[in-house]
């Protein structure tokens, strides 16, 4: 199970919908080992496309190297789907490499709706999870 | 002194748990040769017949190799490489 703040979890949908109908990814880092997302960061898609996604790799580089001197992991790792469902495509299957990490699909689709789901990617296998927001 | 090199989690299998190692070459891909020698099959998850593979990004120091040399980017003693998992996906 996902356990996420609200005000995560808005900068999240909000991020979505800011960048629609071009995708949106980035990251909410948290103290390594306790699965706990406390940090919000917005990447920039370096691809800024409706169809694909790609963390720039001089900021992600930046990101992760602050992430590895704060004792931080990526415990969120979000992207949006503009146009599809918030299910992983087979292009996000294949590329997930943070096997700790939740993997958070937004869907925007629908201007009145946001669909927000998280799963677990390792070795290929997608699982479901369900997501608890903490107020 | 050596090269340091800096694995990401999904790559420390091959290196015993270990957060980075250390190796030696004069190029990018002669250190990732030196590097497979003690840490089997490493190699084969950075590097995909002559280049770079796709899904992960390698710096040296603070700079991407691709916009260097790739594999041919010439490396020294002292140096930090570090290797990340490029983080991609897409709706298709």
Known sequence: ????????????????RADHPDEACGVLAGPAGTDRP?????????ERSPTFYRFDSAEQFRVWREMDEA???????????TATEAYPSRTDISYAS?????????????????EFRSYRIVDG????EPVSVAE | MAIEVRIPTILRTYTDG????EGTGSTLGEL????????????????DGGSLRRFVNVYLNDEDVRFLDGLDT???DGDTVTVLPAVAGGAR
């Open chain 1, 1 to 16: 199970m996902l356990t996420i703040p609200r005000v995560l979890y808005d900068k999240i949908v909000a991020h979505a």
């Open chain 1, 125 to 128: 296998v997608v699982t479901e």
């Open chain 1, 98 to 114: 943070e096997p700790q990490a939740h993997y958070v699909l937004v869907s925007t689709r629908d201007e009145h709706a946001t």
């Open chain 2, 32 to 47: 990732f040769t030196d590097l497979e020698q003690r840490h089997g099959g490493l190699r084969d998850r950075l590097v």
């Open chain 1, 71 to 81: 004792d931080e992991e990526p415990v969120v790792i979000y992207h949006s789907h």
């Open chain 2, 74 to 76: 010439p490396v020294k």
């Open chain 2, 18 to 21: 270990a957060k980075q190692v």
């Open chain 1, 38 to 46: 406390e940090r919000f960061i917005a990447m920039m898609n370096a």
